[in-house]
Every structure is written in C-alpha cells, then in structure tokens.
C-alpha cells in the first residue's frame, strides 16, 4: 500500500515540475509595428523612383543572452537589426512591408531580440544591386573571413546543388561552395 502512495505522490509531483518548467521556459514573440517603409542608412530621395522591391524577404536580429539575471551584453537595439537585414542584401537602401518583433525567453538562461522582417529596397545603381534583382534565388550565410552575414544570388542549380549538401549535413562541402560564391 504505502508504494503505490509514494509512487502516486512522486508522478503529481513530476507533472507539477514539468507543467512548472514548461511555463518557465516557454518564450513570447510580440509583434511591436508593422511598416510600410524603414531604413537607417542615408537614401538618396530623389531616385526613389528607380528603386526596386528585391525579390526575397530578409530578416535582421540584434539579441542579447542573460544568465542568472545578469545580461551578458547591450540591450538589443533596432536600429543594429535593421542594418543587419539592409546590409544583408547587395544594393538594399531600405526595407518595404514589413514587421518588428521582440522575443524574450528565461530560465536560469535566456534571451532578449529584436527582429526586423521585410522586403529590400533595392538602389539598382550601387555596386552589387543588379545580381540581387536578377536572382531567382539567394542564399544566406556566415562568412568568416569577413566576420559578417552574406547574402550571395544564385542560380537554381546551384541553390539545389547546396540544398543537398546541408541535407546530406555535409559541412565542408557546403562550406567550401557557399565561400566560393562570386
């Protein structure tokens, strides 16, 4: 008799501690504004009319972790999460059509970030802007010979070419093709 009571009191006290974790644990996404148009880079006005939409949405994020109450850098701005999306795409002045998020999570570790999703605003006279119109396809990534996230067109052979590659979880070889990218 008295284990099937203590077996009792040991699983309510189990899915007391998992129903405790999960809402500890559990993030929030808040949705803060949705634009029509934003950038924090100098854009010259007056060729706005020669400004194209580019052909993927692209996202930004400046996030900062926190470790037993103690934030382990700068509160996330946005203005760093939008330069990181701008920057993210050759030719991009801005950003169309879009939205800001904050996501915050904690337990023992957390998170705090700022997102910023939208569509580029392409200058199709700066250097790079004609490859980022022309593409079908753009892929993302870290580049660490330059410290910075890249954003390459490329062709749908070669998309599908790198598809297989993180699908096979073949690092080096993907590696080596996306730092091989003009």
Known sequence: MRTIKSAKQINSAACLAVAIASFAISGCTQRIVDYTLLSTKNVDMSKAGTFTRGPNRVTGEDNRY???????????????????????????????DGVVSSRGWWFIIGEDAIMVEGTPLIDPSLPGAKASLQADRMVGFFNPNTGKQETKPVSKATFQTIKELAQRHDDAGLSKMLLALP
């Open 66 to 96: 926190i470790i037993l109450f103690i934030p382990t850098g700068h509160a996330p701005h946005l203005k760093t999460a939008v330069d990181r999306a701008i920057e993210s795409v050759p030719g991009a002045v801005g950003l169309v």
